[in-house]
């Protein structure tokens, strides 16, 4: 007991308060959005799902605070394994969504479900810093950064072969790219990268992509699919004109006038920016964008200000999910990306995804507290 009162005092004096009390505003913001977008339901079962996560995710925060992340990132072979069968488990207790992928884990001991590559996402930044801290003396080596390809394509591989979710493994191909950049691989590297995609996309595009999914993506230019909006276009065109009806300062919380008519299935996931937008206005958009921003640039500035290079590209690695899942769910709202199912961190329903989020906020929390007094340079990017 003597321990768990030494380290509650240890996180309130070093730990990083000023990020938890971001997220928690966030969270609790996003609480009471989910409870105006899901009114129609008569349900509580969505909020007490979010609450309870939420205090999960607040605990998460505090105790990996207090792990040093350095001990975690030495058996990074065992996080890559972790996530190979964390996946993996998705064959026998995977449940099918409604667009036909297979994300989420349906355990019999667990009364929520849960999505694996929400916590593959943490492990596999850890990784991958690990491994291109280890390799920096010779970082853009074709060893090295073989390496990190393989990890990454690794992740790709199991998530559209198992899971069938396309927009996650999206974001694993961000983090990849950012960590790697401001890590101090060789900018040919990535002309390479960019080559090789090009050459494989009419490939992938003609054998790989299903007809909705090119549709979702064709849509954003051409006109003439479905131009009536009864198809890829419906949730995209309810989107716009919820986010259209609330004007500068909203219809009020509570009462918008197509959300709480259900206009979307997804209103309190994936387009809750448009149930924010309809009822508070830009003014609420904004706001949402302040906080989420804030997060962001918190876990920037941890990892500029710690001295360890691992560490930094964690942090940075971290950001890079939050920035990448916030354009592509906010450009989903306002039809300027594809509709791939992707959430607002922090404020989209989904247990799951509150609890990782903190966990990974817990990580940057715990580098804040423990400044590495290594003497590297004080730059991101690693001279060569």
């Given amino acids: 007991m003597r321990k768990i009162w030494n380290g509650i005092t240890d996180f309130y004096r070093r730990g990083d ?35 309870a996560a939420l205090f999960l995710g607040v605990l998460l925060y ?7 992340i350095e001990i975690l990132a030495e058996h990074r072979e065992l996080l890559l394994t972790f996530n190979v069968l964390l996946m ?3 064959l026998i207790w995977g449940v099918e969504g409604n667009t036909g992928n297979r994300a989420w884990l349906d355990l019999p001991l667990l009364p929520v479900n849960i999505q694996p590559a929400e916590i593959c996402k943490i492990t596999f930044v850890i990784a991958l810093a690990k491994t291109m801290s280890n390799n920096r003396a010779k970082l853009s ?6 390496s990190i390809v393989l990890q990454t394509l690794l992740m790709i591989g199991l998530i559209v072969v198992i899971s069938r979710d396309e927009g996650s493994a999206i974001v694993f191909i961000f983090i990849f790219f950012v960590v790697a950049y401001v890590g101090g691989v060789r900018s040919w590297w990535f002309l390479v990268g960019l080559a090789v995609a090009a050459a494989a996309f009419p490939l992938l595009w003609k054998y790989f992509f299903k007809d909705y999914q090119k549709d979702r993506i064709l849509m954003l ?5 479905d131009p ?9 065109n309810r989107s716009m004109a919820m986010l259209s009806g609330g004007g500068i300062a909203g219809q009020g919380l509570f009462h918008g006038s197509m959300l709480q008519n259900h206009a979307i299935a997804a209103q309190h996931t994936d387009f809750i920016f448009s149930a924010i937008g309809e009822e508070l206005g830009i003014l609420g958009c904004a706001f949402t964008l302040l906080l989420l921003l804030s997060i962001v640039a918190r876990c920037i500035h941890v990892g500029l200000k710690t001295p360890n290079y691992m560490n930094r590209l964690i942090c940075i690695g971290i950001a890079a999910m939050l920035i990448f899942q916030i354009l592509i769910n906010v450009g989903m709202c306002i039809g300027l990306t594809p509709v791939v199912g992707l ?10 995804s509150i609890v990782t989020l903190y966990l990974a906020m817990g990580i940057v929390s715990g580098i804040h507290m423990r400044p590495d007094p290594e003497s590297k340079s004080p730059y991101i990017q690693p001279r060569y």
């Fill in 62 to 68: 505090v105790a990996v605070s207090l792990l040093d």
């Fill in 88 to 90: 993996s488990m998705l």
């Fill in 343 to 352: 959430t607002l961190p922090f404020v989209s329903y989904g247990g799951s």
């Fill in 17 to 51: 308060l000023l990020l938890l009390f971001l997220c928690v505003v966030t969270t609790v913001f996003g609480i009471v959005m989910i409870a105006s977008a899901t009114r129609y339901s008569s349900s509580s079962r969505y909020l007490i799902v979010q609450i």
């Fill in 141 to 146: 080596s074709v060893k090295s950064v073989g």
């Fill in 228 to 236: 009536n909006g009864k198809g890829v276009r419906w949730d995209t």
């Fill in 221 to 225: 230019w051409d006109a003439s699919i």
